[in-house]
């Protein structure tokens, strides 16, 4: 019989079930563990291949085994059912935190850090428990833009700051999602549109004029840049400008709401790139694709899509007549 290393943290609980249930189901993580008892011959075939049943009379070995594993897991179980808790690795983890100091919570905590202390670790997608009311869980993204020129910041304490301030020296502002959530406002003069920009490239780049202003808005991640323009409301018309592609089309038609809704910005002399710069898409454009609010796609999204052929923003964002079409906006 081969050696088995006794220190997985799933061989007591398996042993538990099996005292408990009288038997117990094969799985990847339990397997090499079924196969040295049924070797000693403590445990046998049940009643189905992955079942595997105790022999009544080796009870008391699997029991001094789990003793020597677990000493305490009978006061753990006890414990576990005063506090409501499952009789689960999740249930006995929650358990032995309980029992760790814990500090007054912030009103605002990073989604990690809760997960960290209340889970598995802090990338398990779901905690063992959810944070108490009061307590709001922030992912803590960063908002880029370059504002327009006389925009100011309202402070939760009421005083105003100019974009400027920041965005002079730096080049851009960049806002933390707890700002928003705390309850920035704005303030000074409202910018005459605004554009979500998908790519980074694209976004610093972009030669917008002075009164308009300009948001990054990475890919999918749309939240942030729709609760800043939330609240502009009701005020400048969006646009929109990202890669002509599935992803760039999908993300366009998600935007915004019954209240406010962006414009898509494809330049009608966007065409001239496409014996230049035009890329093959591998399978071609999906035949099931979110289309655009108003249901219309530009002459050159459907020729892209007639021809399998998919376009980056950034290939026009050095032609001159990009500062033209912007200023008309």
Same mark, same amino acid.
């Given at each position: 019989?081969?050696?088995?290393?006794?220190?997985?943290?799933?061989?007591?609980?398996?042993?538990?079930?099996? =005292?408990?249930?009288?038997?117990?189901?094969?799985?990847?993580?339990?397997?090499?563990?079924?196969?040295?008892?049924?070797?000693?011959?403590?445990?046998?075939?049940?009643?189905? $291949?992955?079942?595997?049943?105790?022999?009544?009379?080796?009870?008391?070995?699997?029991?001094? #085994?789990?003793?020597?594993?677990?000493?305490?897991w009978r006061a753990d179980l006890a414990?576990?059912?005063?506090?409501?808790?499952?009789?689960?690795?999740?249930?006995l983890r929650r358990l032995r935190r309980?029992?760790?100091?814990?500090?007054?919570?912030?009103?605002?905590?990073?989604?990690?850090?809760?997960?960290?202390?209340?889970?598995?670790?802090?990338?398990?997608?779901?905690?063992?428990?959810?944070?108490?009311?009061?307590?709001?869980?922030?992912?803590?993204?960063?908002?880029?833009?370059?504002?327009?020129?006389?925009?100011? =910041?309202?402070?939760?304490?009421?005083?105003? $700051?100019?974009?400027?301030?920041?965005?002079?020296?730096?080049?851009? =502002?960049?806002?933390?999602?707890?700002?928003?959530?705390?309850?920035?406002?704005?303030?000074?003069?409202?910018?005459?549109?605004?554009?979500?920009?998908?790519?980074?490239?694209?976004?610093?780049?972009?030669?917008?004029?002075?009164?308009?202003?300009?948001?990054?808005?990475?890919?999918?991640?749309?939240?942030?840049?729709?609760?800043?323009?939330?609240?502009?409301?009701?005020?400048?018309?969006?646009?929109?400008?990202?890669?002509?592609?599935?992803?760039?089309?999908?993300?366009?038609?998600?935007?915004?709401?019954?209240?406010?809704r962006a414009r898509h910005f494809v330049?009608?002399?966007?065409?001239?790139?496409?014996?230049?710069?035009?890329?093959?898409?591998?399978?071609?454009?999906?035949?099931? +694709?979110?289309?655009?609010?108003?249901?219309?796609?530009?002459?050159?999204?459907? #020729? =892209?899509?007639?021809?399998?052929?998919?376009?980056?923003?950034?290939?026009?964002? +050095?032609?001159?007549?990009?500062?033209?079409?912007?200023? $008309?906006?």
């Amino acid at each position: 019989m081969s050696a088995l290393d006794w220190s997985l943290p799933e061989h007591p609980w398996t042993l538990l079930t099996l =005292l408990q249930q009288g038997e117990v189901t094969r799985n990847k993580g339990n397997a090499g563990l079924l196969d040295w008892l049924q070797g000693a011959g403590w445990i046998g075939q049940g009643p189905r $291949r992955d079942r595997l049943r105790l022999v009544p009379a080796r009870r008391a070995e699997v029991e001094a #085994r789990l003793d020597v594993l677990w000493p305490a897991w009978r006061a753990d179980l006890a414990a576990l059912d005063r506090a409501g808790l499952p009789g689960d690795p999740a249930g006995l983890r929650r358990l032995r935190r309980q029992r760790l100091p814990l500090r007054p919570l912030p009103a605002q905590l990073h989604r990690k850090t809760w997960t960290a202390r209340f889970g598995a670790h802090s990338k398990a997608g779901v905690p063992d428990e959810q944070p108490p009311s009061g307590v709001t869980l922030t992912d803590d993204d960063l908002l880029r833009l370059q504002p327009n020129q006389g925009l100011a =910041l309202r402070l939760p304490d009421g005083t105003e $700051r100019p974009c400027a301030h920041w965005a002079a020296p730096l080049g851009e =502002l960049v806002i933390p999602e707890r700002a928003l959530a705390q309850g920035l406002t704005l303030a000074g003069t409202a910018p005459r549109w605004v554009m979500t920009v998908e790519n980074l490239g694209a976004y610093l780049d972009l030669p917008a004029p002075a009164d308009a202003l300009i948001i990054h808005q990475p890919g999918w991640n749309t939240r942030l840049a729709a609760r800043f323009i939330a609240l502009l409301r009701p005020g400048p018309s969006w646009w929109h400008f990202g890669d002509l592609d599935p992803k760039g089309l999908a993300i366009f038609a998600s935007l915004g709401d019954a209240a406010a809704r962006a414009r898509h910005f494809v330049p009608a002399w966007w065409q001239d790139y496409l014996e230049t710069h035009a890329l093959a898409l591998p399978g071609g454009w999906p035949k099931a +694709l979110d289309h655009p609010p108003d249901g219309q796609d530009s002459d050159l999204v459907q #020729r =892209l899509r007639a021809a399998g052929l998919w376009l980056e923003q950034e290939a026009i964002l +050095l032609d001159p007549r990009l500062v033209a079409d912007l200023a $008309r906006l």
